[in-house]
């Protein structure tokens, strides 16, 4: 047996965060998500509470075995917590450095992001990834509403909002048979 001192640990853990769990404020047609969220009741248990939050927090910067630190908030759709509990992640990542670097990562599906939201992400330099399926007619096919309406415009806007704050994004995109091709 190899001593723990001599096994090489430099090795970073990653775990996304799912601090709404799968709800979603979207009705994707492939999405995975929408089954897991008929287990929810109508309380707020599968939201994350602000002591898991801080116990996480704290755990996952001392699990660190490198001086990077990266958080990826993903969902269903982060962006459903209000911007107050990201203040409050944000805080605790301070808190419980230790001299670590804190980066910080989220996946969304564009349609929440306002002036405050993407004037934040600037601020706190968040990497932002916008699930976008590719131009409005490939878009708007499956990634729609509850009410079955199109979100590729408010998509759109969230995007807009990040360019004119200078936010970093980037996309993802589900390919399927109607926009492989293209």
């Known amino acids: 047996m190899v001593p723990r001192e001599e096994i090489n640990l430099s090795r970073p853990l990653y775990v996304m965060l799912k601090p709404v769990g799968a709800r979603c404020n979207l009705a994707c047609d492939y999405c995975y998500y929408l089954s897991k969220q008929k287990l929810y009741d109508t309380s707020s248990r599968h939201l994350m509470s602000e002591q898991l939050l801080e116990?996480?927090?704290?755990?996952?910067?001392?699990?660190?075995?490198?001086d990077e630190v990266l958080f990826t908030w993903h969902g269903g759709e982060p962006l459903l917590r209000p911007l107050s509990f990201y203040r409050r992640a944000l805080e605790l990542q301070r808190k419980y450095a230790n001299g670590k670097i804190i980066s910080n990562a989220l996946q969304t599906?564009?349609?929440?992001?306002t002036e405050e939201w993407a004037r934040f992400l600037h601020?706190?330099?968040?990497?932002v990834g916008v699930s976008i399926d590719g131009p409005q007619e490939f878009h708007d096919r499956y990634r729609r509403t509850p009410s079955n309406q199109p979100s590729w415009a408010k998509v759109r806007k969230g995007i807009d909002l990040l360019n004119r704050f200078h936010v970093e994004w980037n996309a993802m995109a589900v390919v399927n048979a109607l926009n492989g091709d293209h």
């Open 55 to 66: 116990r996480f927090t704290q755990e996952y910067i001392e699990a660190q075995t490198t």
């Open 109 to 113: 599906n564009g349609t929440l992001i």
């Open 123 to 127: 601020e706190n330099q968040w990497l």
